[in-house]
């Protein structure tokens, strides 16, 4: 972590009715006063609404866990940007791994979304990762280089706050195995070399490039203190407020 202003994000992924979430989401406000960092909660669709209103006047970012990516019109069950943005949506969670993998995107489709995504104002939050067996097959950059290549294709990234990027090894993600921070790091930084190549130093510099992957307040502290980590994007402990708290307040 450097000047960058770090990111903690909470995947809330299928749980939590809109109530739940409201209260959640009230609670952490409310434990985060003034931690220096940024907070993000990504509830479910249908609890979008109830979280917005609870957290009106509290330091949390709304986020979403998802979008699809055409304007509007014919398309069952989906939802677009701009009825994100209509409800106060900051960030959109892109090719998080359960989509990946679970409901087969592609690349080619999340690029798309981080298109769309941009077009309705809403900031992508890039999420890459490889497999276990790819890892063992020392695959791991190959894989990370190919997903960032593709779903940033002909995507322009005007300024470091208008790209999030999420590392998340699919081994680490809620099976309680967290990369050590030297794994992390290894991948943040070629991350980081990669964005610098793509686009320039510069905006390399300022995009945040967030961890995931059974991140937990006991080992927030020693990820947060690699050069190249810059937030953390959570998702089992960061469904109670005494699980969430002690990451949000890492610092305190
Ligand atoms: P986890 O999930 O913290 O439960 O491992 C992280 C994620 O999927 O974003």
């Known amino acids: 972590m450097s000047e960058r202003l770090a990111l903690m994000a909470g995947n809330w992924k299928m749980n939590l009715t809109a109530g739940r979430a409201a209260e959640l989401a009230e609670s952490v406000g409310r434990g985060s006063p003034d931690s220096g960092v940024e907070v993000m909660v990504a509830p479910p669709f249908t609890a979008l609404s109830a979280v917005a209103e609870a957290v009106r006047e509290l330091p949390i970012k709304l986020g979403a866990q998802n979008l699809y990516p055409a304007k509007e019109g014919a398309f ?20 998080h791994s359960e989509r990946r993998h679970i409901m087969g995107e592609s690349d080619d489709f999340i690029r798309d979304k981080v298109a769309a995504a941009q077009e309705s104002g809403l900031i992508p939050v890039l999420c890459c990762g490889e497999k276990l067996e790819e890892r063992e097959a020392g695959q791991t950059m190959e894989v990370i280089e190919t997903q960032l290549e593709q779903g940033l294709k002909d995507i322009s990234v005007p300024a470091p706050r208008d790209l999030v990027v999420a590392y998340e090894p699919v081994w680490a993600i809620g099976t309680g195995k967290t990369a050590t921070p030297e794994i992390a790091q290894e991948v943040h930084g070629k991350i980081r070399d990669w964005l610098a190549g793509r686009y320039n130093k510069d905006l390399a510099k300022g995009v945040r490039i967030l961890y ?3 991140v937990k307040g006991s080992n927030v502290k020693a990820l947060m203190a690699e050069t190249d980590i810059d937030g953390a994007l959570v998702g089992g402990a960061s469904l109670s407020a005494e699980a969430f708290l002690p990451i949000v307040n890492y610092r305190l």
């Open 212 to 214: 995931g992957g059974s």
């Open 76 to 95: 069952t069950g989906e939802i677009s940007g701009a009825m994100l943005r209509d409800l106060g949506v900051v960030y959109v969670i892109l090719g």
